[in-house]
């Protein structure tokens, strides 16, 4: 029951929760920000760098340093931190942290198949998939010709397997039916996650079922834009999203019909949270859109750490760990090449 | 069906039971349950203190004392129930109305004791986690937090208090002569 949860939840999860919310104090503060951004080289970067957590993962790169190896090293501490709190979970909280990862897996299989479609090598194509989202027989996805094999061959295997019962046709993968794959893998993949947090109950249910919304409300979102102009007939847009959040039912449909941005803005205009969103951006423009979701997103993601006792902030520090990731590869690339005046385009401060 | 309302059989089996079983009771209520309080309370600091103090090693001296305020709740349930059985006298006559007072007045000195030490440890020891997490990450919290552990700890003393109240009225009536 939701209030009692303080009784009992530090049997299996205190240890835990007491280390995440230790790497949450990790996390770059504002201050630290605007320290990067003021850098020069990207060596003043490794430098800044080297007072916080990613200090023992940058120490060993040698001179002249580039920007994905910053990324890479970044995120491999976001991986060993995940490792280190998965390998001392017990039930539940072990499927929770597995279902985290499952999205990065959806996105690894479609960067593979959309890499072999267009002739590229495995090796180089399993050099960019995300390490969270690795599994065993991720090289194989290169053999397939249809989903069928894809799903035969590889998938059957994986936890994403019940993700698939919707989506397998005997179609050729092309790129419609590649973006098609991914939305529907992920629609699954939010339903079943969010089926799994309203069984936990308590207060993990309450919150991870509004972070999930937000996930999924702001995917319809993205999915409409993206889709305007293009083939996706309306039935198949309105198929793409998830069975849950504040949009549904009424605001699918509204979403479904949109033909343009502004009638996108004004179908949002009737839920507080997302005209708010909207506000931030004048007439006609999209490209701030991504930009204020972050910043909605960290902001939802920092308030889970107000309470104790629930699984949202294991949730919660992965996402910031990839929004800090996202934001030290903008201001390297910005550094790197010299055009520090839009750095602060591309930064979401966290705390 | 009809035995229910035989209420009058239903009162004598309460008149019939011993004093000396409701003191027992009472007294293994006192420790048993302080001590099931004060364990719930110390694992429910302890696993965070252990978690918090990876990262902020400097935590651990002063968070003990979450440990030992929770600790104290034990303590409180063994020295009642040490006052309560020295209370306990045998006698001659132990379904007299004077001695049927006595079991009563231990048993529920010793529910007092218990229930209130129980949540009392609860109480503390939810604010002992809390307390760690917070200290963890901004050492001014933890004497504030304390204040709020200190008004938790005295609602164990308050059980005690009334538990010792009224075992103090458990008088056994002296063998006829």
Not at chain 1, 38 to 57: F, N, R, T
Request: charged fraction near 20%.
């Amino acid at each position: 029951m939701y209030g009692f949860e303080a009784l009992n939840f530090n049997v299996d999860g205190g240890y835990l929760e007491a280390i995440v919310r230790g790497y949450k104090a990790g996390l770059l503060t504002t201050a630290d920000y605007n320290n990067l951004c003021q850098c020069e080289h990207l060596d003043d970067i490794k430098m800044h760098l080297g007072a916080s957590d990613y200090a023992p993962y940058l120490a060993n790169e040698p001179s002249p340093l580039h920007t994905s190896a910053i990324v890479e090293k970044c995120t491999q501490k976001l991986v060993d931190d995940y490792n280190h709190m998965l390998s001392q979970a017990t039930e539940p909280l072990s499927t929770f942290l597995e279902y985290i990862t499952y999205g990065h897996m959806i996105d690894n299989v479609v960067l593979i198949v959309t890499g072999s479609l267009h002739e590229r090598d495995v090796h180089e194509l399993l050099e960019k998939c995300h390490p969270l989202g690795m599994f065993d027989s991720i090289a194989t996805l290169a053999v397939a010709q249809n989903m069928r094999e894809l799903y035969r061959l590889v998938l059957v295997d994986t936890p994403l397997a019940p993700y698939f019962s919707e989506c397998i046709t005997s179609e050729d993968l092309d790129e419609m039916n590649i973006e098609v794959m991914r939305n529907t893998l992920y629609k699954a993949y939010l339903e079943d996650f969010y089926r799994f947090c309203k069984k936990l109950g308590g207060a993990t249910s309450t919150i991870m079922c509004d972070l999930l919304a937000f996930e999924a409300d702001r995917r319809a979102i993205n999915i409409t834009i993206n889709s305007i102009g293009t083939e996706l007939t309306r039935d198949d847009r309105k198929k793409l999203y998830s069975n849950f959040g504040i949009l549904y039912p009424y605001g699918h449909d509204e979403l479904s019909v949109c033909e343009d941005f502004d009638q996108v803005r004004g179908a949002m205009e009737k839920y507080p949270a997302y005209q708010g969103i909207f506000a931030k951006l004048s007439f006609g423009e999209s490209q701030m859109l991504d930009k204020a979701f972050y910043e909605e997103e960290v902001k939802r993601l920092t308030l889970t750490f107000e309470q104790q006792f629930h699984y949202a902030v294991f949730f919660a520090y992965m996402r910031l760990g990839e929004q800090e990731v996202r934001n030290l590869m903008w201001i390297s690339e910005c550094v790197a090449q010299q055009q520090k005046s839009r750095i602060h385009d591309g930064v979401v401060m966290i705390f | 069906m009809g035995f229910v309302l035989f209420w009058r059989e239903w009162t004598h089996a309460f008149l019939y039971m011993s004093p000396f079983v409701f003191s027992a009771i009472g007294i293994a209520l006192s420790v048993g349950v302080s001590v099931l309080g004060a364990a719930w309370g110390i694992y429910i600091t302890g696993s965070t203190l252990i978690g918090a103090a990876i990262r902020a090693p400097r935590i651990t001296s002063k968070n003990l004392i979450s440990v030992i305020f929770c600790e104290a709740v034990a303590i409180y349930g063994v020295i009642v129930a040490i006052i309560l059985q020295t209370k306990l006298e045998n006698t001659t006559q132990p379904f007299h109305p004077e001695s049927m007072r006595a079991g009563y007045s231990l048993f529920s000195s010793g529910i007092i004791v218990g229930f209130a030490n129980l949540v009392c440890g609860l109480c503390v020891g939810i604010i002992g986690s809390s307390c760690a997490l917070s200290d963890a990450q901004n050492s001014t919290l933890f004497v504030k937090i304390l204040v709020i552990e200190i008004f938790g700890s005295a609602l164990g003393l308050f059980g005690v208090i009334v538990g010792i109240i009224m075992s103090s009225q458990a008088t056994w009536p002296s063998s006829p002569i």
